[in-house]
Nanobody, 125 residues
Framework: QVQLVESGGGLVQAGGSLRLSCAASGRTFRRYTMGWFRQAPGKEREFVADISRGGSSTYYTDSVKGRFTISRDNAKNTMYLQMNSLKPEDTAVYYC??????????????????WGQGTQVTVSS
């Protein structure tokens, strides 16, 4: 199991930006499809974005397209989520996750086998 640690969350005003990071342990990070999920109070955890092993393919949920950018640096074992034009409805705990079989295309919670502890993002209006 890969260990994942998120950072970069915080409180920001609507329209502002934050950059989340997800640091992974071990030397196999480059083999994993990686994703970001979020869970707002009283709601189920939902998919936000994912990125293929080499970083050439990315996918976003409709609500964040054009505002969020997912990226990764395999040399640093780190994935990022740049969040711009933040809205109050983006308020949630954000989790990074690894799909350790390396496949790409599944965006369901159950297929991602390793999870970080989460980082809180709060957007004030």
């Amino acid at each position: 199991q890969v260990q994942l640690v998120e950072s970069g969350g915080g409180l920001v005003q609507a329209g502002g930006s934050l950059r989340l990071s997800c640091a992974a342990s071990g030397r196999t990070f480059r083999r994993y499809t990686m994703g970001w999920f979020r869970q707002a109070p009283g709601k189920e955890r939902e998919f936000v974005a994912d990125i293929s092993r080499g970083g050439s393919s990315t996918y976003y949920t409709d609500s964040v397209k054009g505002r969020f950018t997912i990226s990764r640096d395999n040399a640093k074992n780190t994935m990022y989520l740049q969040m711009n034009s933040l809205k109050p409805e983006d308020t949630a705990v954000y989790y990074c996750a690894a799909l350790t079989d390396g496949s790409y295309g599944s965006r369901t919670n159950a297929d991602f086998t390793s999870w970080g502890q989460g980082t809180q993002v709060t957007v004030s209006s």
